[in-house]
Nanobody, 123 residues
């Protein structure tokens, strides 16, 4: 079991940057694939990025490709999402998630979720 706590959200102007952090606890973190998802009001949860347990493989959603970078530090039990060139449509609650099975863009793959952190991008 992995417990996850996100931080780093806030209000930022369009074109700005944010780095979201996800602090994980639990012995299985270093063997878990990690993902970031987001959900805007009235919309379905959307895949943002994922990283394999070894950090060798990373994947990005089409809407953030080229603007986002996911990384992890297994020694610190941390996962990060660097978002650049933010747009108003990036406004959402961002969730960190852990999967014991595989790196995936499907939310159903992830069994552990954080509470989320709000990102608001003003135009």
């Amino acid at each position: 079991q992995v417990q996850l706590v996100e931080s780093g959200g806030g209000l930022v102007q369009a074109g700005g940057s944010l780095r979201l952090s996800c602090a994980a606890s639990g012995r299985t973190f270093s063997s878990s694939a990690m993902g970031w998802f987001r959900q805007a009001p009235g919309k379905e949860r959307e895949f943002v990025a994922a990283i394999s347990w070894s950090a060798i493989s990373t994947y990005y959603g089409d809407s953030v490709k080229g603007r986002a970078t996911i990384s992890r530090d297994n020694a610190k039990n941390m996962v990060y999402l660097q978002m650049n060139s933010l747009k108003p449509e990036d406004t959402a609650v961002y969730y960190c998630a852990a999967s014991r099975y595989r790196t995936s863009n499907e939310a159903s793959t992830y069994g552990n979720w954080g509470q989320g952190t709000q990102v608001t991008v003003s135009s």
